[in-house]
């Protein structure tokens, strides 16, 4: 099991220009979360879905950021324009529903970073 | 006021040192208590879970959950140098939430 993978591990973007992160679950896993850490903020929820379809997507910060999950495999996070308070480690994790609370899995996480 | 609270440290030991990691919540809601490790870039990982109050031991590492107060710890016994890292706390409110709140994250570093 190659765990939850993401990529690119590393962005560094210009304010203004499209970033897209991506998120590929462990199989089976029906939850997938993204989230976003920052020194100052810590580890802030952002959107999660369940069995593809978006269940909460309150910590959007703003219309900026989008995220899709278009099959039970795949995940994108985009923010469209990004500008350098975007700057932050995201992660996408994921969970198989049963084993509730403890059962989540993290990816290593990409580092952006907006200038 | 966060639902979650967690001093960031860091914090700075010897080798062989208690340590005690703590967080305090608002939300007396929260029943199942969670700590996590996080390696220098990576992503957390579950260290230990709990539920309600109580102690759960295992190995070097004791979690301990006081919902009368609304504060949890991590204790690490015999610390280790390759226990450096940072610890995250989380809670959610039942057993079935797949919503977890974290707190910040304590930076411990064990110093040989």
């Known amino acids: 099991d190659a765990g939850v993978i993401q990529s690119p591990r590393h962005e560094v973007t210009e304010m203004g220009q499209e970033v897209t992160l991506r998120c590929k679950p462990i199989s089976g896993h029906d939850y997938l979360f993204w989230y976003r850490q920052t020194m100052m903020r810590g580890l802030e929820l952002l959107i999660y879905f369940n069995n593809n379809v978006p269940i909460d997507d309150s910590g959007m910060p703003e219309d900026r950021f989008s995220a899709k999950m278009p099959n039970a495999s795949f995940s994108t996070l985009k923010i469209q324009p990004s500008e350098p308070r975007d700057s932050a480690v995201y992660f996408c994790?994921?969970?198989?529903?049963?084993?509730?609370?403890?059962?989540?899995?993290f990816g290593s996480g990409t580092r952006l970073t907006v200038v | 006021q966060k639902e979650v609270e967690q001093d960031p440290g860091p914090l700075s030991v010897p080798e062989g040192a208690i340590v005690s990691l703590n967080c305090t919540y608002s939300n007396s809601a929260f029943q199942y208590f969670m700590w996590y490790r996080q390696y220098s870039r990576k992503g957390p990982e579950l260290l230990m879970y709990?539920?309600?109050?109580g102690n759960k031991e295992d190995g070097r590492f004791t979690a301990q959950v006081d919902k009368s107060s609304k504060y949890i710890s991590l204790f690490i016994r015999d610390s280790q140098p390759s226990d450096s890292a940072t610890y995250l706390c989380?809670?959610?409110?039942?057993?079935?939430?797949?919503?977890?709140?974290f707190g910040q994250g304590t930076r411990l570093t064990i110093n040989p």
């Open positions: 994790a994921s969970s198989p529903g049963t084993g509730g609370s403890s059962s989540y899995t």
């Open positions: 709990t539920y309600s109050s």
């Open positions: 989380a809670m959610s409110r039942d057993w079935g939430a797949q919503k977890l709140v």
